[in-house]
């Protein structure tokens, strides 16, 4: 799809198969380079391009019209816009909404965010549906203005999703902790001394997942993405939660060592998105990445378990490689049996593990769920359960032990 616009304010996206969408510049002007996805919500926009696990990639938003409630102080899930650029068909040429601070295009050039409108989302989805997410760049402005060949070259020729290490580019460089009374929580007894602590390690986590938690009476102490073990073990938790995050799980060596440690010492733990990568590659599975990913709030997945489907917010283009019967035994075999507990019913993508001879589960999706569903957060409180049944079987083996 062609538009007319002025020189200055030209656009064009350039996919590495050579296919260009021709628009108009939105947000900043420049160069944008990354991996080309699509995300299915039709709510939510501020939350999307917040979230760390967008890192490297130019989102389309498949919903057609985007900004029409600005942006707020209030609503992000991190400390910056993460989409490396930004491709929309028609934004909102005015802002209205009650907690509305700016709009978004001012915040994208404030941010420095690259984007292009006026072009056919859904061609370009369709075209990523049949072909995958691919390389591609955004140009407007003067760089639009150069040579189809030497845009396309520098699309080509930039890295691949596949082997990249993000998660320590977006996570926090210092820990700091979420506390409940900070988020209106109180025990019956009107105490706000927390039920549990646990230690988060944060490889792309939102802002919303330390709240629900909080929410619950659980202190969170969020670590750096290169926390050790020893670090951990410091802030004397309950359980270990490992969050969402953007790269290719293969690349997090770190991360799948320190959960072993943690799975070890039988420390009841919990992830999400990331985490759940983590996970299967710490029991022994491997990981591939995805044709197109699934990204949106509108992703269907069963419980095995009880049979009932959830919609479900996502954001990842890899997954677990393990076996789809429901129970079997771990690769590293002294973390016993391990079960498939959730599968895509889009495509049949394992969607959850949970392991049988130790207190540790995941699921791929985000329970946190801004700007919803929210089908999915009983699983904060299947994890504090979780640690209240460890919690209490260790007690029980020290009582008998002293006796």
Request: aromatic share 6%; hydrophobic share 35%; proline share 5%.
């Amino acid at each position: 799809m062609t538009q007319s616009a002025e020189p200055q304010n030209s656009a064009v996206l350039i996919l590495e198969d050579g296919t260009s969408f021709h628009g108009s510049s939105y947000g900043a002007t420049g160069t944008a380079l990354g991996e080309a996805v699509f995300s299915t919500g039709m709510t939510g926009y501020q939350e999307t391009i917040t979230d760390p696990s967008y890192a490297r990639q130019l989102v389309v938003q498949t919903a057609p019209h985007i900004g029409n409630t600005g942006v707020n102080d209030e609503d992000a899930e991190s400390r910056k816009i993460w989409v490396a650029g930004y491709i929309v068909r028609d934004p909102a040429r005015r802002a209205s909404n009650w907690r509305s601070q700016r709009s978004l295009d001012e915040e994208l050039i404030v941010q420095g965010i690259i984007g292009i409108q006026g072009v056919d989302t859904r061609a370009i989805t369709r075209h990523l549906r049949e072909r995958g997410a691919m390389k591609a760049g955004i140009f407007s402005g003067a760089d639009a203005q150069r040579p189809a060949a030497q845009l396309l070259t520098e699309v080509t020729s930039q890295a691949s999703m596949e082997g990249l290490q993000l998660a320590e580019e977006v996570s926090v460089s210092e820990a700091y902790t979420v506390e409940p009374s900070d988020h209106g929580w109180q025990a019956p007894d009107g105490s706000t001394q927390p039920l549990f602590s646990i230690a988060a390690l944060d490889l792309g986590i939102k802002a919303m997942t330390p709240q629900r938690f909080a929410e619950r009476g659980v202190r969170v102490h969020v670590l750096p993405a290169t926390a050790s073990f020893q670090d951990i073990q410091a802030v004397q938790p309950d359980g270990v939660f490992m969050s969402n995050g953007p790269g290719d799980p293969a690349t997090a060596d770190a991360q799948v060592g320190l959960l072993r440690e943690v799975l070890d010492q039988k420390i009841p733990f919990f992830g999400i998105c990331f985490g759940n990568q983590i996970l299967g590659r710490a029991l022994g599975f491997g990981t591939y990445k995805l044709r197109y990913g699934h990204r949106g709030i509108n992703q269907p997945v069963m419980d095995r378990a009880t049979g009932k489907v959830e919609i479900t917010s996502q954001n990842h283009g890899f997954a677990v490689d393990a076996p789809k019967e429901r129970i079997s035994d771990a690769p590293e075999s002294r973390f016993g049996r391990v079960e498939v507990s959730h599968i895509s019913l889009n495509d049949d993508v394992v969607e959850g593990l949970n392991c049988l001879d130790l207190p540790a589960f995941s699921v791929q999706y985000h329970p946190e769920a801004a700007a919803g569903p929210h089908d999915s957060a009983y699983l904060f409180d299947r994890f504090i359960d979780l640690m209240r049944s460890t919690a209490s079987a260790h007690q029980a083996k020290t009582a008998e032990d002293s006796e």
